[in-house]
């Protein structure tokens, strides 16, 4: 694996009418800021091999408003994804380093950006890009993160759809 990226679904409903968390639905809000997420990382090059996408309805359908601009891509649900603890989350990581050039990991808060953290403060990151992240993971966020040979994985970026922008819609600010 040489990158990858930990993304944190996009913004839900707040209760679901039945099936409970697990079953929360994406918002107009979220439905649009996938799509969104989707087009930004395919404009930066930043096309998964291999996504590993928590099975709740939430992050499967952030996925699919993400498929679309990201092009052909492996997907697989993954039920343990599902409010999975940073050291889950970064056991998949790990299993999944020969696996893929560019790694997509879906799932939820506050693992994913407890393990975003941990990467961080591994690498070395600058305080300003520490502090950046210690703010929070915001819904529809993404962080990138560049892998070397040992698996050691460096800070490369951090989108959100807030972010990006009118501009990014196609919207005259």
Known sequence: ????????????QPSAPAGGDEARALSETGLRDAALMGRALAERGLRPDLALVSTATRTRQTWAQMHDALGDVEVRDEPALYNASADTL???VENSEEEAGCLLILAHNPGVHVLAVEYLTESAASPAVTDRL????????????????????????????????????????
């Open 90 to 92: 970064r056991r998949f």
């Open 134 to 173: 210690a703010g929070g993971f915001p819904t529809g966020a993404a962080a990138v993160f560049t892998v070397d040979v040992a698996g050691r994985c460096a800070y490369e970026g951090f989108l959100t759809p807030q972010t990006l922008g009118p501009q990014a819609l196609g919207v005259a600010g």
């Open 1 to 12: 694996m040489h990158r990858l990226i930990l993304m944190r679904h996009a913004q839900a």
